[in-house]
T-cell receptor, first 113, second 112 residues
């Protein structure tokens, strides 16, 4: 998985609780992304980062925030989890060999009850 | 913004046959089109990609074709094997920023 780890790999939480997912890379890539994957929707971009402390919104950013204080770490936070945020979350990186190719982590399965 | 449609949603083929998955995109400025393979419980893996300055690219049993005029691109897998069974996603890069827009995916089943 191109030196990308995600933690936790599985999480069950309750509606209204805050949740933070972590993506860690050892590849020194500039760009990092958070996607969610849901049946029938493919992968949809939540937020992305183009450098330390530089982030921008994606297609489905409502209810999510991100932070990137170091090149290697990109955090996704659900401030108050809802059942509609039950999904599989993938982190991706790009930008060393080229700005286009993205490489994905193993994913985090999040269930919000 | 960019929109990517992918067909079919499921595809069953006999081992040894060919499989073709097609995608269309809406943004004529898109210039990068990757294909990903996702096995159960894993993250998507880039298998082949094509840029808008070429019409076809091959890598062993896998090929991708691009028709910029018609705004569609296709994945071709020849001599399919059971290990080709997976979900395949096409994508196109948006004009601004390194943001990919994905198709909804195709479940490929190769029957032995």
């Amino acid at each position: 998985d191109a030196g990308i780890t995600q933690s936790p790999r599985h999480k069950v939480t309750e509606t209204g609780t805050p949740v933070t997912l972590r993506c860690h890379q050892t590849e020194n890539h500039r760009y990092m992304y958070w996607y969610r994957q849901d049946p029938g929707h493919g992968l949809r971009l939540i937020h992305y980062s183009y450098g330390v402390k530089d982030t921008d919104k994606g297609e489905v950013s409502d209810g999510y925030s991100v932070s990137r204080s170091k090149t290697e770490d990109f955090l996704l936070t659900l401030e108050s989890a809802t059942s509609s945020q039950t999904s599989v979350y993938f982190c991706a990186i790009s930008g060393l060999a080229g700005v286009d190719e993205q490489f994905f982590g193993p994913g985090t399965r999040l269930t919000v009850l | 913004g960019e929109n990517v449609e992918q067909h079919p949603s499921t595809l069953s083929v006999q081992e040894g046959d060919s499989a073709v998955i097609k995608c269309t995109y809406s943004d004529s400025a898109s210039n990068y089109f990757p294909w990903y393979k996702q096995e159960l419980g894993k993250g998507p893996q880039l298998i082949i990609d094509i840029r808008s300055n070429v019409g076809e690219k091959k890598d062993q049993r896998i090929a991708v074709t691009l028709n910029k005029t018609a705004k569609h691109f296709s994945l071709h897998i020849t001599e399919t094997q059971p290990e080709d069974s997976a979900v395949y996603f096409c994508a196109a890069i948006m004009e601004y920023g390194n943001k990919l827009v994905f198709g909804a995916g195709t479940i490929l089943r190769v029957k032995s």
